[in-house]
């Protein structure tokens, strides 16, 4: 599952890397959210990054277990930028998801395959059930993994918030999606 809203998200900065922790908005919201009950025995992993670590603790009720591969995508020199605005200027070298392709490289940054490279070795140490919680550009590269889609014209997907997006890490190392985001439950005041 995707972290929380932070401040840069909600003003349409590009975060990557920068360690933005979540908004007090965010962590309200998400105090009022755990997991679904089918995820009880699941191992709880995040991203480093602070905002992912802290989404985890909320709605998984434990401590996950930091992964470093699962850090964000590095966006190199579009860090702390507004997309909108770099969109607007084509030497920006910013270019909308639907023409990526497996090779694009932010400026001073990383490539989906780069991150599939470092995710790979990761997701064949897995074992029984996992909950994993980190970043949209993570998520992107293993839901483009799990349903063939190549960063080329629109996504199968859609990545919303406060859902899990079961993908199944198969012996032979392929992955498959099942298209059914499953939404976190809400907790009723006490």
Known sequence: MRHGH??????GRIQGRTDEPLDAEARQHLSH???PDEFAGATL???PLVRAAETARIVGRSEPVIVPELIEMDWGLCEGQYGIEMLKD???GYRHIEEWGWTYRPPGGETPAA???RLEPWLRTLEGEAVVVSHIGIMRVLLARATGWDFEGPP???IKRDRLYRI???????????GSPVRL?????S
């Open 6 to 11: 932070t401040a840069w998200n909600r003003a």
């Open 33 to 35: 959210l755990r997991l």
């Open 45 to 47: 992993f995040s991203s």
């Open 90 to 92: 084509p030497a920006s």
């Open 115 to 117: 991150v599939w490279e």
């Open 156 to 158: 199968p997907f859609r």
């Open 168 to 178: 199944d890490v198969h012996d032979s190392g392929a992955l498959s999606h099942d």
């Open 185 to 189: 439950l809400e907790v009723p005041d």
